[in-house]
């Protein structure tokens, strides 16, 4: 399988996916069928030092068991390994075929995410975030071009994905203290806003941003006093510590907020 000699613009980077996909292969041999690289490297802002590395891994159909039970294997060793990425890997196993659909609420794939170890379940609401990604900015580590292969992610789909993850946080939000003591630190508390930031972006403009581009964009087109709240949730992502109770507070209001513009442009969760 040809392998660009340098899929990105960091060395540091490129070594990783190197070895991750000596070891994937080993792993997979004729059922991978591709590698891509998404998230903040495909749409821009990397940061070399805290972003994560986002990795789609296309398969020929779906795994035998045996293969799964080899990666969850790899990946527990790598998460104990010295790389600088051994905690800042996001990575799903899906099917070529899978690709090509909105995400199934009940066909399960083996993913591992940043504070999350190795698991096996359906993918995430906002799953066509992924697609939009892939086809749209996917860097190949090994395959085809994924361009010739998918078909545009239509942006009403990416505005239902986005209402079902604004409506599920403002119920968790309002109604579950477990979530909002999730959300409570500071780092955590700074990944929400930046996310909301990029769903009301995908809500206006119908396209994806990355969450520096999205915050920077909702300084400028939200009103003032959220302008304001989203530039200090921004440095918040940096810092340890709680969420102070007001900022709390603020972030349910922007939740809320978020909410009412995604109802008014006529998206509801449907349960």
């Known amino acids: 399988m040809t392998e660009p000699a340098s899929p990105t613009a960091y060395p540091a980077v490129n070594a990783a996916l190197h070895d991750f996909l000596a070891s994937v292969q080993a792993i997979l041999g004729p059922h991978l069928y591709g590698m891509y690289l998404v998230g903040s490297l495909a749409v ?19 795994l035998p068991e045996d293969r799964i039970v080899a990666l969850r294997e790899w990946h527990t060793q790598f998460s104990a390994c010295e790389s600088p990425f051994a905690t800042r890997l996001e990575a799903v ?5 899978d690709l090509r659909v909105s995400a199934s ?8 995410e940043r504070d999350r ?8 609401a906002g799953w066509s975030v992924q697609r939009y990604t892939l086809r749209e900015h996917g860097i190949v580590i090994a395959g085809p071009d994924m361009r010739a292969l998918l078909d545009p992610v239509d942006p009403d789909e990416l505005r239902r994905d986005g209402a079902i993850t604004v409506q599920t946080w403002l119920d968790q939000a309002e109604h ?3 979530w909002l003591d999730w959300a409570r630190p500071r780092p955590y508390f700074a990944f929400v806003v930046a996310t909301l930031c990029r769903l009301l972006y995908t809500l206006e403009t119908g396209g994806v941003a990355s969450k520096p581009a999205a915050t920077r964009w909702a300084q400028q087109m939200l009103e003032d006093h959220w302008a304001d709240f989203i ?3 921004w440095v918040a992502r940096n810092e340890d510590g ?3 109770p007001d900022d709390m507070d603020t972030l349910v209001a922007f939740i809320r907020y978020s909410a009412e513009r995604y109802v008014a442009r006529g998206y509801r969760f449907a349960n």
């Open 93 to 97: 196993y899906l099917p070529q075929d």
């Open 44 to 62: 821009g802002d990397f940061d070399p030092g805290s972003s994560d590395l986002d990795i789609i891994v296309v398969t020929d159909g779906a």
């Open 231 to 233: 530039a200090h949730s």
């Open 105 to 112: 609420a009940t066909s399960r794939y083996p993913q591992v």
């Open 176 to 178: 579950d203290l477990t």
């Open 242 to 244: 709680e969420t102070s």
């Open 117 to 124: 170890p190795f698991f096996v379940e359906p993918l995430e």
